[in-house]
């Protein structure tokens, strides 16, 4: 199917969710969710933590508009949910294998108690007032997203604070930015998440004014004309689309077989790059490379006799076969129990 669809056009639609709410009782309200998710073929992960919800899933339009409303309604938890910052956008494929609702501590792992958004928060900036402030020479801007994300596309001008896990931005914070010095920081990450619990955790350690972008990277390039644009590059997502660009609309990018780290079209220009076998992240890695060799050599003797190959197409396949059987089983089941 042809990837270069309006997004309303697809077959697939894709929800973003996040809300930072008081859920004590997570753990009942998975298994409803699990429930109305696997019974309408939805697929993706919800992470559930006392802090709130977190996720990405997708399905046909009506079971995501279905699996929204139903966030949104529910008595058990729509009081607690409402005005949760939710997206959509469109794929030409199913981009989950399976769905996963998971319990966790935290639904953005950052490790730092002192964080607490439902209680203190920095200031919300609309997509479409995020280029006047940015442009200001007293803001310093910051990009809460790990390294390898960032190495896809940021603002112009951003600062990169190299982190492999959130985890480590606390540790940014406290080498590289100072209160007293940084008295406006503007901060932003893919969807809102990262950046709103880090601009609790900034305002717990004095900063005095901390920004951060409404709804992430994703509200911006849905609704800020492509000509008006400050973002430079595309949006890695964690799903199999690997990136977005302006519009949502699905991006250049792969991922590296080896080492798994998103590529650019200039990655698979490089030298180093090699099919199914290293790229110019994990060129150095030679114990990864003899293995990434012999499965690419594998799916191409596999492809000169016309079948797939067990480690690479057909895999996949099977475990989309496989996961097709279990998604059927437990609608079955859930039906009878219904019954």
Same mark, same amino acid.
């Given at each position: 199917?042809?990837?270069?669809?309006?997004?309303?056009?697809?077959?697939?639609?894709?929800?973003?969710?996040?809300? %930072?709410?008081?859920?004590?009782?997570?753990?009942?309200?998975?298994?409803?969710?699990?429930?109305?998710?696997?019974?309408?073929?939805?697929?993706?992960?919800?992470?559930?933590?006392?802090?709130?919800?977190?996720?990405?899933?997708?399905?046909?339009?009506?079971?995501?508009?279905?699996?929204?409303? @139903?966030?949104?309604?529910?008595?058990?938890?729509?009081?607690?949910?409402?005005?949760?910052?939710?997206?959509?956008?469109?794929?030409? *494929?199913?981009?989950?294998?399976?769905? =996963?609702?998971?319990?966790?501590?935290?639904?953005?792992?950052?490790? &730092?108690?002192?964080?607490?958004?439902?209680?203190?928060?920095?200031?919300?900036?609309?997509?479409?007032?995020?280029?006047?402030?940015?442009?200001?020479?007293?803001?310093?801007?910051?990009?809460?997203?790990?390294?390898?994300?960032?190495? !896809?596309?940021? %603002?112009?001008?951003?600062?990169?604070?190299?982190?492999?896990? @959130?985890t480590e931005f606390t540790d940014y914070v &406290?080498? /590289?930015?100072?209160?007293?010095?940084?008295?406006?920081?503007?901060? @932003?990450?893919t969807g809102g998440i990262r950046?709103? =619990?880090?601009?609790?955790?900034?305002?717990?350690?004095?900063?005095?004014?901390?920004? /951060?972008?409404?709804?992430?990277?994703?509200?911006?390039?849905?609704?800020?004309?492509? #000509?008006?644009?400050?973002?430079?590059? *595309?949006? %890695?997502?964690?799903?199999?689309?690997?990136?977005?660009?302006?519009?949502?609309? #699905?991006?250049?990018?792969?991922?590296?077989?080896?080492?798994?780290?998103? !590529?650019?079209?200039?990655?698979?220009?490089?030298?180093? %790059?090699?099919?199914?076998?290293?790229?110019?992240?994990?060129?150095?890695?030679?114990? =990864?490379?003899?293995?990434? &060799?012999?499965?690419?050599?594998?799916?191409?003797?596999?492809?000169?006799?016309?079948?797939? /190959? !067990?480690?690479?197409?057909?895999?996949?396949?099977?475990?989309?076969?496989?996961?097709?059987?279990?998604?059927?089983?437990?609608?079955?089941?859930?039906?009878?129990?219904?019954?």
């Amino acid at each position: 199917m042809p990837d270069n669809l309006p997004q309303a056009a697809l077959p697939y639609k894709v929800m973003a969710v996040y809300k %930072f709410a008081d859920l004590p009782d997570a753990a009942a309200i998975q298994p409803v969710l699990t429930q109305f998710c696997c019974v309408r073929a939805i697929k993706g992960t919800l992470i559930l933590a006392p802090e709130g919800i977190n996720g990405t899933v997708a399905g046909t339009p009506e079971a995501i508009d279905a699996l929204h409303a @139903f966030l949104l309604e529910d008595p058990l938890w729509a009081s607690r949910l409402d005005g949760a910052e939710i997206k959509f956008s469109g794929a030409a *494929e199913m981009p989950f294998l399976r769905m =996963k609702v998971r319990l966790k501590h935290e639904i953005v792992t950052l490790r &730092a108690p002192e964080a607490n958004p439902s209680q203190t928060v920095g200031t919300y900036v609309a997509p479409a007032d995020w280029n006047s402030l940015i442009e200001r020479d007293d803001v310093v801007l910051v990009d809460t997203r790990n390294d390898y994300e960032v190495g !896809l596309g940021t %603002f112009k001008g951003a600062l990169d604070p190299a982190t492999a896990t @959130f985890t480590e931005f606390t540790d940014y914070v &406290a080498t /590289h930015l100072d209160p007293a010095r940084d008295k406006k920081v503007a901060m @932003f990450c893919t969807g809102g998440i990262r950046c709103e =619990k880090a601009s609790s955790y900034l305002l717990s350690q004095g900063f005095a004014e901390v920004f /951060h972008l409404k709804g992430g990277i994703l509200a911006y390039l849905e609704t800020v004309p492509e #000509q008006d644009s400050r973002f430079e590059g *595309e949006c %890695f997502v964690f799903d199999d689309r690997v990136a977005v660009g302006h519009g949502l609309a #699905q991006g250049e990018a792969t991922l590296c077989r080896a080492c798994r780290h998103p !590529l650019t079209p200039a990655d698979r220009a490089d030298p180093r %790059f090699s099919e199914g076998v290293a790229c110019p992240h994990c060129a150095d890695d030679t114990a =990864k490379h003899a293995a990434a &060799a012999e499965r690419q050599k594998q799916i191409e003797l596999a492809r000169q006799r016309g079948t797939a /190959h !067990l480690g690479d197409e057909a895999a996949e396949a099977a475990r989309r076969a496989k996961q097709r059987k279990r998604d059927q089983a437990e609608q079955s089941r859930l039906r009878n129990n219904r019954g």
